[in-house]
């Protein structure tokens, strides 16, 4: 397992930005966010790979950037262009090569008021 420490959410207004941040205590091939909203199942925001391979959600294209410091173990995710849908609880992921998953991170709560 990977321990996973998040931090970076909080209350920001429509338009608005926050920055993600995930430090992982060991190096994993990847790592990503997810959030769940009230009622939803949660989903895919965005992945990286250790190798710089990036995947996003169609609905934060364009308005979300995750990054990765290998050497730090650390992924990040910069939210700008914040809609009230946004709002969710997120969560850093870890996975192995094959899609494992590693650990989860305790979330961290985003709300986006309009």
């Known amino acids: 397992q990977v321990q996973l420490v998040e931090s970076g959410g909080g209350l920001v207004q429509a338009g608005g930005s926050l920055r993600l941040s995930c430090a992982a205590s060991r190096s994993i091939f990847s790592m990503g966010w997810y959030r769940q909203a009230p009622g939803k199942q949660r989903e895919l925001v965005a992945i990286?790979?250790?190798?710089?391979?990036?995947s996003y959600a169609d609905s934060v294209k364009g308005r979300f950037t995750i990054s990765r410091d290998n050497a730090k173990n650390t992924v990040y995710l910069q939210m700008n262009s914040l809609k009230p849908e946004d709002t969710a609880v997120y969560y850093c992921?870890?996975?192995?090569?094959?899609?494992?998953?590693?650990?989860w991170g305790q979330g961290t709560q985003v709300t986006v008021s309009s």
């Open positions: 990286i790979t250790s190798g710089g391979s990036i």
């Open positions: 992921n870890a996975r192995a090569v094959g899609g494992v998953s590693h650990g």
